[in-house]
């Protein structure tokens, strides 16, 4: 059985879990208040909350775990993508705890991470995991991306965004409805209570598994200015209607491609993930189209779909058991290698 400590620092989460094997055994996660106030994450507070939070956020991982330091047989960290001076936090603490202990350092990508999350062994055994090749709509904050998954450690990027990602286009329309950051959590709770068919926003015409959001943020933007000069009250009397309408455009965007990339792949096996896929429209319209088309359908659990370190550590064992361990000179980086 391996165990392996695994840190995730790239944004505004301070994480960390313990796995061994498969298994989570601990999840910590510390989110960084402090950028609320500013609309977005600042790229130097973040840093700083890392700085701050880290050993008390490994304590606690190692302690729900049950597990000494000692026992740990790898250290695993975010090398990229995400805000340097966040991932250097998590990688030098990496660093420092493989070269005391003497055992390997496992540097890990974030979203072929997102995707693996899928793989953690579930609690109940009736739930199983996707069997290879599966196919991955990757949704978060930074990213929007279909992927066929192979393998763990081989994934192929078969349709992204051109512009925005689709956690932007929630927290972009949220910050038009005067929504706090991050808005896409606040849209989800508010469209519950809403009719998705009140309002029309446009669906993008791409070609191929390719997506772009900016188009229907304008369109949002330009809707939501329109209506507010006729009825300066018109978002607070409509709120409900205004998210459902524009979260269930998002998702069908999201969805109808990701229809098209099965139909190509023949993949029927098929999983959401990333912080988007903890959407409750999105997760419900995934398993009604999944039982249409027959598909096998996967979400990790929410505790893994939102930045974490567990999906870290899963990535990390897979490289473990592929001896892909790294030097001290490994750096992290901003954008995807
Ligand atoms: O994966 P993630 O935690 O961080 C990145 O790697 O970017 O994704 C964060 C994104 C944010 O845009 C956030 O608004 C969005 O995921 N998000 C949601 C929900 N929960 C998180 N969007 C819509 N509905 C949610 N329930
Ligand atoms: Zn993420």
């Known amino acids: 059985m391996i165990k392996i400590l695994a840190i995730e620092s790239s944004c505004d ?49 190692l302690e729900t775990a049950g597990v000494e330091l ?47 999350a899928n793989l953690i062994t579930p609690a109940r055994a009736e739930n199983k995991t996707p069997s290879f090749p599966f196919l991955c709509l990757t949704v978060s904050g930074g990213h929007t991306q279909i992927v066929v998954c192979e393998s763990p450690l081989q994934q ?31 849209i989800d709770k508010y469209a519950k209570t809403g009719d ?24 949002f933007l330009y809707f939501i200015r329109d209506a507010k000069a006729t009825d300066q009250n018109f978002v607070e009397k409509n709120l409900a209607d205004i998210c459902a309408s524009i979260q269930s455009r998002i998702v069908s965007i999201l969805l109808n491609k990701l229809k098209k990339a099965a139909e190509e792949t023949g993949i029927t096996d098929v999983c959401i993930a990333g912080g988007v896929s903890a959407n409750s429209g999105l997760r419900f319209e995934f398993e009604k189209l999944g039982r249409e088309e027959g598909w096998n359908t996967f979400i990790p659990k929410f505790e893994y779909c939102t930045d974490n370190a567990a999906m870290i550590a899963i990535t990390a064992y897979y490289k473990y058991l592929d001896k892909q361990f790294e030097d001290f000179s490994v750096v992290p980086s901003a954008r995807t290698n």
């Open 196 to 219: 998705p068919h009140k309002y029309h926003f446009p669906e993008p015409k791409i070609e191929g598994l390719d997506f772009s959001f900016s188009g229907l943020k304008t369109a």
């Open 13 to 61: 989460e301070t994480a960390a879990a313990v796995c061994k094997d498969k298994v989570i055994l601990s999840n910590i996660i510390s989110s960084q208040k402090i950028h609320e106030k500013y609309g977005g994450v600042v790229p130097e507070l973040a840093s700083r909350a890392h700085l701050q939070a880290i050993v008390p956020v490994v304590d606690q991982a």
């Open 156 to 186: 192929k990027i078969i349709g992204q965004t051109l512009d925005d990602a689709a956690g932007e286009a929630f927290d972009k329309s949220a910050k038009i409805l005067g929504l706090p950051y991050p808005g896409g959590p606040l």
């Open 70 to 116: 000692n026992e740990i047989d790898a250290f695993a960290f975010t090398q990229s993508p995400g805000l340097i001076g966040a991932l250097l936090v998590g990688a030098e603490f990496a660093k420092s705890m493989a070269l005391a202990f003497n055992k390997p350092l496992i540097a890990v990508q974030h979203m072929q991470a997102h995707v693996l």
